[in-house]
């Protein structure tokens, strides 16, 4: 067990609808992290966040959204769900010396 | 820009037999390498880490990797297989605190 956890595991949605993922960190970690994982683009960064603001920004598209709330859980926001938004969904984050632990992930098809 | 390159999709190797997983990496600087295991339906699970010091790094589950600075090389190890390590197993690199994974290696442990 990393420490961080991410709810829901499984999320079975319609395209064009918007759904919301959420993870917390380990405890008295600041940083998140959001990954996809897909059999064709395979483990991409999306986005980061520390402590509450956004630190950098990796393949996300534009109908993806994140945020970090003041108690250090983040939710990432997936709007317009197209087929090719299905995926796993991991976040993380960041232990002391620069290593990340990951969240059992969210599994998201889109049907 | 960083990255890491596995040149293998698949190791097949015999239980209790010596294991190797290749990776490769291109950085700027000094490097800081990782590994990670994802089992079935699980998240990453972090193994070991470079970040300086003793090219052998040692890590869980009797995993270790050697830094090879002059072939730019942290090959994953393990001295004796065991069929519960077969997994996908990926290598990364740190660009500005976010990880960059390579395409994963499946590792095969035969009885």
């Known amino acids: 067990d990393s420490g961080v956890t991410q709810t829901p595991k499984h999320l079975i949605t319609a395209t064009g609808q918007r759904v919301t993922l959420r993870c917390s960190p380990r405890?008295?970690?600041?940083?998140v992290y959001w990954y996809q994982q897909s059999l064709d683009q395979g483990l991409q960064f999306l986005i980061q966040y520390y402590n509450g603001e956004e630190r950098a920004k990796g393949n996300i598209l534009e109908r993806f959204s994140a945020q970090q709330f003041p108690d250090l859980h983040s939710e990432l926001n997936l709007s317009s769900l197209e087929l090719g938004d299905s995926a796993l969904y991991f976040c993380?984050?960041?232990?002391?010396?620069?290593?990340?632990?990951f969240g059992p992930g969210t599994r998201l098809t889109v049907l | 820009a960083q990255s890491v390159a596995q040149p293998e999709d698949q190791v097949n190797v015999a239980e209790g037999n010596p294991l190797t997983v290749k990776c490769t990496y291109s950085?700027?600087?000094?490097?800081?390498l990782f590994w990670y295991v994802q089992y079935p339906n699980r998240g990453l699970q972090f193994l070991l880490k470079?970040?300086?010091?003793?090219?052998l790094v040692k890590g869980s589950y009797g995993f270790e990797a050697e830094f090879n600075k002059s072939q730019t090389s942290f090959h994953l190890k393990k001295p004796s297989a065991l069929v519960s390590d077969s997994a996908l197993y990926f290598c990364?690199?740190?660009?500005?605190?976010?990880?960059?994974f390579g395409t994963g290696t499946r590792l095969q442990v035969f009885p």
């Open positions: 470079y970040i300086t010091g003793d090219n």
């Open positions: 950085v700027s600087g000094n490097p800081y």
């Open positions: 990364a690199v740190i660009n500005t605190d976010k990880l960059i």
């Open positions: 405890s008295g970690d600041l940083s």
């Open positions: 993380a984050s960041r232990g002391p010396y620069n290593e990340q632990f």
